[in-house]
């Protein structure tokens, strides 16, 4: 088989690539290494930036989004019973989707079936040949080895993927902090406890009140590193989350069983640089963000914005100045969205290790944010995105 751009990973980057890239008229070829049903079984954040909005009209599958989705104007930072709203729109002039992560991934592949894109699942063994300038990939599907030849290969698969892995060892640079703790997340067939998402700070640990649709909620607890789902009975989530939360939300949260329940490790990563030849890192392949900032698909979505207008002005204009500036272009809004995700974890969290000072200064930053009109515009810019 022969294509011009090979992706590799089916999930939100490598979807919407793949769809950006054939309604520009390049050729793509995607392969997943599970099954759709166990890509969209996955659950996962579901914050959109508005400039990750804007991206999905512009591949011309937001209808759904916009029907069911949720425009959120602000949140709510609580500490010490105190919430302090984030006024996104008085701020900024922008705002958040709420929409999940499942929901997009959902739309992209009606979206790809609906164009006839080529999407190959249980693709295994993929692996990447002749890079960094001649590239090819092979795979076995069903038992039968396949070559795909192509122009370029964009690494969409993930953190445990095989593109990065691919770039030679005296290349890549790779940056992490890991976390000392980790959020267990609980999703219930209830009303949301509040219409805003309400980030928790307090002495017992951190607390998230999110959703996903007005009956279904989302909530988070830290909890210390090598807890197991199966110390956490539904009962004593709702009991930690209601100690954490404002009182009032506490008073009138509706609890009911959970539907879903698992513990996700925190940390930052980045692997620079996001190109090697003929080979591009896209979305979690290239970086990973503690779930704080909601930053994990919107950087994926900004990824595919910076190589799909990369790639279509190659092969519509013959210009391959964007190929160039990829990495450190994309790099470049990946560090600042590394920075406010570490930013709003170190906010919010109680460390294991922290000394009276820092809490001090944690402190002293929440009243900074109530007091300050600067510093709730700082975090609301963030939060709602920073312009692409
Ligand atoms: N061969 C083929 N497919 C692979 C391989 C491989 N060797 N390794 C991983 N994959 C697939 C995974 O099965 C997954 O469907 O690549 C896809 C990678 O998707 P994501 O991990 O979702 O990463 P990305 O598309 O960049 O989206 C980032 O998704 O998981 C969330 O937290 C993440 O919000 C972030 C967003
Ligand atoms: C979620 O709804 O899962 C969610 C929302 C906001 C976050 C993290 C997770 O910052």
Avoid at 51 to 65: E, K, N, W, Y
Avoid at 153 to 178: N, Q, W, Y
Avoid at 282 to 301: E, F, S, Y
Wanted: net charge negative.
């Amino acid at each position: 088989m022969r294509t011009q751009v090979c992706i590799i990973g089916g999930g939100p980057s490598g979807l919407l690539l793949s769809h950006l890239l054939h309604r520009a008229g390049v050729d793509t070829v995607v392969l997943e290494r599970h099954s759709r049903a166990h890509v969209l079984s996955r659950i996962r954040a579901g914050v959109l930036e508005w400039g990750s909005v804007g991206l999905l009209d512009q591949a011309g599958v937001g209808a759904r989004m916009h029907r069911e989705g949720f425009v959120h104007t602000g949140t709510l930072i609580a500490a010490r019973n105190r919430p302090i709203r984030i006024d996104f729109e008085a701020l900024t002039g922008s705002r958040v989707m709420v929409y999940g992560q499942t929901e997009v991934t959902h739309d992209l592949y009606d979206a790809r079936d609906a164009m006839g894109g080529v999407i190959v699942t249980g693709a295994e063994g993929v692996t990447l040949h002749g890079l960094p300038d001649a590239p090819f990939v092979t795979y076995v599907k069903d038992g039968t080895e396949h070559r795909i030849d192509c122009d370029y290969i964009a690494g969409c698969d993930g953190f445990h993927g095989a593109s990065r892995a691919t770039m030679p060892a005296s290349l890549l640079k790779t940056f992490e902090k890991v976390y000392p703790f980790g959020w267990l997340g609980v999703l219930s067939e209830t009303p949301p406890v509040s219409h805003e998402l309400i980030y928790a700070n307090h002495d017992r640990g951190f607390a998230l009140c999110s959703m996903r649709n007005a009956h279904l909620s989302r909530y988070y607890l830290q909890v210390p590193t090598g807890d197991r789902v199966d110390q956490w009975s539904d009962a004593a989530f709702w009991d930690e989350l209601k100690r954490r939360i404002p009182h009032e939300a506490a008073d009138t949260i509706i609890t009911g069983p959970s539907i879903e329940k698992s513990i996700a490790p925190l940390r930052s990563f980045v692997a620079e640089p996001m190109r090697w030849g003929r080979l591009f890192l896209v979305g979690d392949a290239a970086h990973i963000v503690p779930p704080t900032g909601a930053k994990g698909l919107n950087l994926a979505v900004s990824d595919v914005h910076y190589l799909s207008r990369a790639l279509i002005s190659h092969y519509t204009d013959n210009a391959d100045d964007l190929i160039e500036g990829y990495s450190e272009t994309a790099l470049a809004r990946v560090w600042k969205a590394i920075r406010f995700s570490w930013s709003m974890t170190t906010l919010l969290h109680r460390f294991p290790d922290q000394t009276d000072f820092d809490q001090h200064i944690q402190n002293s930053e929440i009243d900074y944010l109530e007091h300050s009109t600067a510093a709730r515009t700082v975090l609301a810019e963030n939060y709602v995105g920073l312009p692409f």
